[in-house]
């Protein structure tokens, strides 16, 4: 009986590791409404602490774009944002490798410019990305079906099929 | 009678934009006031004023033509899609989507950011209630 317990916790340790939860998922319901109405709500710990800080110093240029919000509402997204950066959840898989391909005096503002993303990428031809079932290499969820749960396991790139990560 | 009753229902469903709640009223009031200060003769907001603003294109933030109706659609009725992301927008017509125009914080937020995407410079109090209007005023079919 012993072994089998043993046995089960051994396995399910196993399969705990081997689930594709790579990012802490994001926990934030005022992050989910205002950063996710226009694009996928990316998980702070994709970025390190420098660079949320940097991009939400001036929201109001943001890609091109104005995305602008109140004072209050800005800190408070900018305080859990760096509290869950990806250099402060290095018992993450994917945040701590996000985290240390960053040279320490670059700051990048795009998740796609970081070292460790570009070579998980980059087999990835352009047609891919430019069909409009993905768009855009912001848009996650189109072959990341488990995104937003901080899985990046189980690649399916549309109308090409599996790409094993 | 049956008729009359009918024709009844389906004018009001066509001619009425419903009322801004209290909190949406009061603010479209400000810029009624607002407007006042600045032109003597202002009466109301103005559907096709808002019309013309919503789907007349501009050189935008980014440098090149943009219009409100490159991201909403003509058809306020139906979803949008961001242009820089590929994400969908729910419809801006109230009569499609019952969340639309209730909550002030998120018409300033949104004003604020689209008119600077688009025009490149804050609206005005005028132009922002003029297309508050139009959105209003968009039910299905029209």
Known sequence: M???????????????????????????????????????????????????????????????????????????????????????????????????????????????????????????????????????????????????????????????????? | MKKILLGMVAFSIIASAAPFNAEVQTYVDGLKTETKKSNSGFVDFDIARGEQIFTSTHIGKKGTKIACTTCHTANLTANGKNDHTGKVIDPLAPSANSARLTNVKDLKKWLRRNFNDVYNREGSAQEKGDVLYYINSKSKGN
């Open chain 1, 2 to 165: 012993k072994k089998l317990i043993l046995m089960v916790v051994v396995l399910s340790g196993a399969m705990f590791a081997g689930s594709g939860v790579g990012v802490k998922p994001v926990s934030n319901q005022l992050y989910i409404n205002e950063c996710g109405s226009c694009h996928f709500a990316f998980q702070p710990g994709l970025l390190p602490q420098r660079s949320w800080t940097k991009m939400m110093g001036d929201l109001a240029n943001h890609f091109g774009t104005d995305a602008s919000l109140n004072k209050a509402d800005t800190a408070t997204l900018l305080a859990y944002m760096t509290l869950n950066a990806s250099d402060k959840s290095m018992n993450y898989k994917r945040s701590q490798r996000m985290t240390n391909s960053i040279n320490t005096s670059n700051t990048p503002l795009k998740i796609s410019e970081v070292p460790y993303f570009k070579s998980k990428h980059r087999e990835l031809s352009r047609a891919m990305i430019t069909q409009k079932e993905v768009g855009s290499i912001t848009n996650c969820v189109a072959c990341h079906s488990n995104a937003s749960k901080g899985d990046y396991h189980g690649t399916y790139v549309p109308n090409y099929g599996r790409v094993d990560d």
